[in-house]
């Protein structure tokens, strides 16, 4: 019988601009975070990933390392963003084999979605529970899973 | 290099009744929660919802503004509810651009589906990773995404 | 008004091997954690259940009663696994009337994917965002909802 090491979550080595709102419980750590934004309770951000001025990251949402979002985006409750795609065959430890998302600016991502290592152009809506597996790069509302083209905004 | 202002999540302004249980921690506010219900861990609940009697709320669900929820409901675990269907070409923080769910009553909603502004009869089976966009007026078992009639219970 | 009964996330009476980490706040109680293995934050592992040696449970991720997971595993992000498949015409408390799950070793499941009553076997990578309805006995890649086969690994 083992004795476990516990951490506990925290925000640490973040580089905060004006006016940002955390609640917690959340995870946050080696990223940065602009203006204005706001970050939900029980959200985890990994290291490296970069926020905008004026978004909004719900409560319950996951952003992995690799990932940047711009400003004025709403990303949603519950939203999974991903960067290993099990090319090796399961998961990698090493961050060489992962891939990057680039979220652009005024893109609302809704709540339970679960976002590949792809990127979106700005404007762009992804509706609840979609599954977004490739590039978005024309401004619109995509639904689905796989998230597929829906209409224009 | 700013300060964030940081919150943190808890119990306020809830109308409890008799009996309830809540995990902490929680996020609980402004709503309405009946006589021998229970919230999981790691739960939101916003604002202006109400659950009813003998409901259970299973751990990382978010329940927003706009929702109701019947009585001897399950609403298992990571469920999503929407009230912002983007309709303004994104998120919108004006609750008048918002839409509300009904949950009736003997509704089960199975773990990681997402719950878009519905209206739910009386004695539904919601399946688990199931997303409902549509309002369901028939008791019976829906499942997948988008939801679609399974079959009676 | 009632007065509600305040529970708190903690770790309770789990078998721990040697060399585990976990991230706390996380619920886990009643259940055997292997060697090496790592627990990520807002986590919860209910009681019965194993999870083998070097295999990681991620942020956001639900492990219900009557699950097993084998050894060298990667349980991703917001996965949420399922026992009671509502058989009764809903929830039911009574645990004879829910199905285990049995994930086999060196088994990757991606971010927000939901797992039913299934029995995955070794060498398998599970899609993020996707719904396993069904047992997997034979490995390789599946994707989607409900989950199929893709390809060889």
Redesign the interface.
């Known amino acids: ?9 925290g ?1 640490k080595d ?12 959340a ?1 946050i750590y080696g990223c940065a ?1 602009g ?1 204005g934004s706001f970050v ?3 959200v ?1 951000i990994q290291k490296g990933v970069t926020i905008g001025k004026r978004t ?1 990251v719900q ?2 949402t ?1 952003v ?1 390392e690799g990932v940047s979002v711009g400003d004025d985006c ?1 990303i ?3 939203v ?3 960067n ?1 795609l ?1 090319r090796t ?3 990698s430890r090493d961050p060489a084999d992962w891939k990057g998302t680039s979220v652009g600016s ?3 991502i ?3 979605a ?1 976002i ?1 290592p792809v990127t979106i152009c700005d ?1 762009v ?1 992804i ?3 979609a ?1 977004v597996t490739k590039d978005i790069t024309k401004p619109g ?1 995509y639904i ?3 998230a597929r083209f829906h209409r224009a ?1």
């Open positions: 019988m083992g004795i476990p090491r516990l951490l506990h979550v925000i973040v580089s905060f601009g004006e006016g940002v709102t955390v609640i917690e419980p995870n975070i203006d939900g309770p029980f985890e909004r409560s319950h996951f992995c709403f949603a409750h519950g999974m963003f991903v290993d099990f065959g399961g998961a005024r893109v609302s809704g709540s339970g679960t590949l404007d809506v509706g609840a529970g599954v509302i689905g899973s796989p905004a």
